[in-house]
Structures are given as C-alpha cells and as structure tokens.
C-alpha cells in the first residue's frame, strides 16, 4: 500500500518550499526591506524623544533662548517673539520651525565621536545645542515694535546673510501650543504663519528699487517727462495725490516714488528683462532657508498686456514678495549687487561645547554689476533724506517705502532699506499688513528705530 | 525496520537536550536585563519554570527508547523560541503561554500513552472521526462568537477556546482511517470518493466561519495525502480541478476574500486602514537586519497582534533574520522526522497518520510565514507551538504527542486485510 517513492517527493517538494522561503528572507533583508524601511507609517522613524536630553538655542551673544525642563524637554523664554523661528514641539502637532529643521541634531541622533556613544549608553542621550545667529535683545525689540500690528520685520546682515531678527504678528505662545491648538486653528489671522517668511504680500513702491535695477541694466534713456499722468493702452496712472512732477530722471522717480514713470518706463523695458532681473532677486526662486519659505511672485506671462506689465513695474499687479525677499534683496544692492544665501543657524555645538559645525556665508546671486548697485545705493540714499522718516543722524541709511493696494482695501506699509549706506551691515524690511496707511508713515519711522539702536550705540 | 533514532544515540540526545537550554539561559538573560526596572519574583519564577519544564520534558521523553524523541526537543526549542520573545513583550501572555505548555507537555505524554493502550480501537473507524470534525465545527457556527474576524470560538466556562483548532485531530484520524481501510471503502458504492467529498463539507463549514486559513491547511494535508497514498489517480485529479474551481468561485463568491487578496497584492495604498497589519509586519521584519536589533531594542510591540499571528515578525525583528531562517528550518527538520516516522512505520493507520500530521505542521508553517513576509495573503492561521494561543498550542501538543505515538517502533502490526 505504502509507497515510499510518493511520500519522499512529498519531501522534496516541501524542503525545497521551506528553503525557498529562507531565500526570499535573505532576499527580502538585502533589498525589499531597505526601500521600505523610511516609510513614515514605520513608527520606528520616531524616537522616544523622553529619553533624550534635547539641545538647547542660543542667540548669537551666547544668550539662552530656551532652558530644560524635566528630563528630556525645554521651554522658550520668549515663547511668543521667537514662536516662528524656533517653532513649537508637540507631541500631538509635531514641530515646527528649528525644532523641526534640525530636530535630529537637537536629539543629537548623529553623534559621531566614540565617547559620546558610551556617554550615551551609560547616562542617557544627551542632544547638540543650537546657536542661532540672531540678536536676542534685537529680536524681542522688534517684537515689540510690532505691537497691535499685522506683519513682519526681517533683520540681516546683507554682507554674509546671517538673519539678526525675524519676527512675525499675530504671533502665539509656542510653549503652550497644546492648550492653544484650537484656538490657533480657529483664529483667522492666521497666527501660526511666519508672515516674515512665508508671507506674500503686494510690494507696492518697494519694488521700484528692483525695477529701477532692471532700467539701469536695459540701457534705456532715463529721463521722462511727468505730466501727472501716464496712459498705457487705455489706462492711465496718476501720482500719489495726483502729484506732477515734470523733469524726472531715476533718482528723482525714486524720491518722488512717481507711478507715472515707473510704468512708462517698465513698458520699455519690457516683459523678457524685468523678469531676468525679478529671477535675480530670487522671485519665482525657492530661497534656500532653515525654515519654510514661500515663492515670491513676478508674474510675467509672455501674452501679458502692456497694462500688467507697468502694473507689475511699480510693484502693484499680480506680483507677491515675502518680506524675507525683500530684505535679501535690498540688502543685495547695499552688498554691491551679491544676494547672500539666509541663515539662522550659526553654529552646532556637541553637548561638551565643541563646535561641530560652523555656517560660512555664500553667495546666492548676483542681482546686479557693483556699480549699477553702488549708483542705485545713491539714489536710494537720496530717497530716504528727501522722505526724512528714516533717516538717522551720523548714519547714511538708504531704503525706500511702499504703500501696496491689496484687495482688503487697506494698504500694506513697506519699508525696505539698508545701513550704514557706503558699508551696510544691517538691511532690514518691515510690512505692515493692511495697515491703511503709507510706508513713510508707518514703517519707515520703525526702522529708523531699528538703525538708531543697532548702529548708535 | 528503518533505525529511527541515530547513532551514537548518547552523544547526539545529551547535546540537542543542553542547545535549548542555552538558547534560554542566554535570551531569558536579555530579557530580564531588558525588563530589569519592573523586575519582580514572578519574572525569575517564569524563567526558572520555563527551564524545569524543558528539561523535564527532555528527560522524560528520552526514556522512550523506541520512538523518535527529536521530535519534542525540535518543538521544544521552537516553543522557547516563541515564549520567550512573547513574555518580552507581554508577561501577561507569557505565563499564559507557559501555562498552556504545561499542559500541552501533560496532554503529549497522555496522548501517548492512551494510544499506547488502545492502538488497536482506532484503525476501523471513518465516518466517528468524520462526524466528530463536523460537530466540532457545526458547534461553533451554533454557538461560536467572532474574534478576530473569524467566527471561530467557544466560550465555556470562562474559557474560550477553538474547536476548529481540535478539528485537525479527528480529520488526521478520518484520513488514516480512509487510507488504512481503503479495501472496505472500495467496495462501497462511491466509496473512494469519500474522503474527498468529507474533507470538501469541512471546508465548507470552514468557509461559513471564516476560516480560511485552516481550510487551506486541510486542503494541503488531503493533497498531500492523496499524493502519497491514492492509487486512483484520477481521484488526484478530480480533487485538483475541484480545488481550482474552488478557489475561483471563492475569489468571486465571497468579498473578504477579494479583500484579502486586494491587500496582498497592494497593502501600501491602504497603511492606516486594511494594510496596516501586513505592512507594520513588514516593517518589523526589516527592522531587525540579519542579526537582529537585540531582545528588547527592537520594537516589536508595533506590529499588531505580535505575540500571536504575528510572533515571526517579532522574532524576526529583534533576533534577526537568522534566527527566522533558524525557525524556518527547525519546521523543516520537524517535518522531516515526521515524514520519517511515516516512512519506517509498518503499520498503515499509524503511517497515515504521521504523514498527515507532519503534513499538517508543514502546511501551516508555509502558509502562516509565507503570509507575514507577503509572499502569500495573510490567513490568520497561526505557527504551530510558537504562536500565544492555548488551543492552538494544546492541539499541536496533542497531535506531536499522537505522531510521538506514530514514531513507536514496537507497535504491532495487523496482518494484511482481505
């Protein structure tokens, strides 16, 4: 009855399925597992961060911006001036801001050095301490200056890019964000965003600093001829309380901030070159940054009308700029025509205090030949003296303001500028959003707050 | 009469008998290294209980010289395996699992034993053994409650545990019966078409529960031994193409089906929802590299149901893809001896039923890691002696006991029948 032959097939065949299975392990090890292995449904990606002693920010002064608390976490001093730049760490809503960026180095996850692997086995993970390259004192200053308004002040050193101050209003209290997260997500104005970074707001006048690069570099006459009024296929554009102004060349188009000639002039320049200048300056460009940013807008489609383009010219129209922009590239032109790429970050520092790594500035673009820049420095130099809000005594402080239309009816108020002018070592651009009033009004009186303290001292 | 037991007998025994007390010293060290802040009595109480049962059970078995006692000491290193990596994760589970495997240990040598004195009683029965498999099953469908997607368990008493699980027995004992009394079914009318026709209503009853994975295990277990003991082929074929119609309607008929499929085919699409289980496996399996992420540096606790349907993600996570291949071929070897005892065994009820009981082990191990590494759709079937679950682990014990039985070397055998 028995057949021997049968049953050790029966065998064979199911060895070689056992065997075929330890194949497909081996085989699944080698290559299947290392594709899914970063899935972020793996929860093995998230670390136990309440084992971890988490790092701690400091300012650029060594000034400590965050202290531990328990075993493994910290809390701001300042949770509300530097909500957007160093960011909430929740449990339940995840990070945002530094603690997100370079939440690895905070758990100090890539410690390399032996020691500090067998520190870490013995007395726990302890994680790298971050020194930022903002002035704290600076910093909570200009939060201050923001008070009961909407906006955004950037601070930077327009000579390497490394950020002094970034604040954004309406802002929350970070260290509280669990207990707040509801109200933050009901609140429409928007508290959570870093208007400094991710904010797109219509330029108005400010942008003429940038379209006035783009006429010096076209090589067009510079002159004109203001009647008060400029007509472009049907359109026509008037002054700021309808002013006239008559002989104008570029400097005086600046102080005068003439709509008139902006959009003339922007028409003869034409689509192709204000939009190669507009990419210079980083519009249409992901800025390379720490944190989240968000794309500034020249809109410049090849079937625009004459119309959108003048509009664009003089900073109204379709075009958006984050105020991180514009103060990258104000202070371009201060830094005779190279745009430094931003930094936050100034230094990583291993629990026992040694830098491992240190931010060295680089270039992000050449916006412009140095002596168009240095031309345009005069000018706008000239436009700060002539507007006398911003001005400083001792100091030769260029810059230019903006009152943007925007859909709310109320204009946003723009300041942009740079100082000292010959040598600058602050650039800065303030937005006040939906401010209903005009950029030499509202802004330009805070940053000559901003230059008086930094560079009075 | 084939040598079951190989030589140099002494040496051989003593060193299997010391590896898994090794493999437990060393891993019960972990974890309690691991687990050294909530360290109570109890946990060196499961760890010493645990090594005195092993031993105990290897010594005793060793004392039956006539049958193959490689067949406890493979199981038991393979149990150690599961326990230990189940009491890391879970204490609770743990002294449950250790709990039934005394009583497992209890039932294997009682199994042996009331076969030892009534080998005769079983060899002429079918359709007992076939109404007893369909009571058991049509017991659940009257009075089963769902768990885990399947409508598979009985609760008595406080106890709940699955009659489909205690199926498997009797349905060996109908295949050997079948087969040792193949004159007799013969000589009815459709006779030989019996045992398919059983096999195919248990599946049935299978399929109104939801347990597809046992259905699957009975359907390779009758396979294999049409393969090895039907001399009608045509019978081998008849079964086949029923099968793959089978299938087909199955794939067509009944939705959870298609899921399961779905799920193979794809699980990534569907992460939080239906995939989640086979990809957090999955997960889990690569975690570990080939040597694994240590006992309790992995984190097996992410995979659901670890301790149980999913114990070889788990133990291929912290103890390494070696370890896996090392479960993998410990089945194999169980198999093989298992196979062995069918072979050498002169007696045709007891040879039947060893085969089918290896067969048995075989097919579940196949299925049960061939789902968890995505190479087949899951099924919810569960590895034999290593998985949490007392039925599950009661019925293995009873059925290693019953092929310990197999492997008996003096068992008289009956002269030819007419």
Redesign the interface.
Known sequence: ????K??????YA??A???A??L???Y??LI???K??G?S????NYIDETKILRGNFFDTHGTALTHTVGDSGHVMESPRSYAHIIGYNSEQYGKSGMEKTYNSTLLGLSQDDLFGRFKEIVQGQVGNDLHLTIDNDLQLYCYDLLEGHKGAIVVLDPSTGAIKAMVSRPSFNANEINELWENIMEDKSAPLLNRAAQGLYTPGSVMKAITAVAIMESGIDQDYHDTGEQTIDGFTYTNYLGAVHGEMDLRQALIRSANTYFTKKSTEVGLAGLKEVAEKFYFNKVIPFELVTSKSVAYYKTDMSLNDIAAAGFGQGDTLVTPLNMALSIGAIGNNGAMMRPNILQEIRSPRGVATYTSAPSMLSRVTTPSIARELTDDLVATVNAGGAATVKGIDVAGKTGSAENVSGYSHAWFAGFAPAENPSLALAIVLEEEGETGAAAAAPLARKIFQRMLRD | MDRLIPSPMKRRMVSARWMTLLFQILSLSLVLVHQRETLTPRSLGFSALLIVLTLMSQFLVNLFHQADSYLLMITNMLFSIGVILIYRLSSFYGYRQLIFYSLGIALFFAAYFILEKTADFWVQKIYFYFLAAAGLLVLTLLFGFVSGGAKNWIEIGGFSFQPSELAKVPFCFLIAGFYANRDRMRSLKGGKYFLMAATYVLIALFFLQRELGTAMVFMGVLFSAQIAFEEDKKVILLNVGLAIIGMVLAYFLFGHIRTRVDIWIDPWVDMDGRGYQITQSLFGIAAGGFFGTGIGLGHPQYIPLAYSDFIFSAIAEEMGTFMGIAVILLFLLLVYRGIKVSLAQPHPFYSVLALCISISFAAQALIMIGGVLKLIPLTGITLPFMAHGGSSLVTSFVLLGILFYCSNAALEVPDEEA
């Open positions: 009855m028995k057949k021997p049968r049953i050790l097939f029966l065998l199911i060895t399925l056992f065997l299975m330890s497909y392990l081996v699944f090890q299947v597992g290392p899914i292995v899935n449904y793996n929860r093995r």
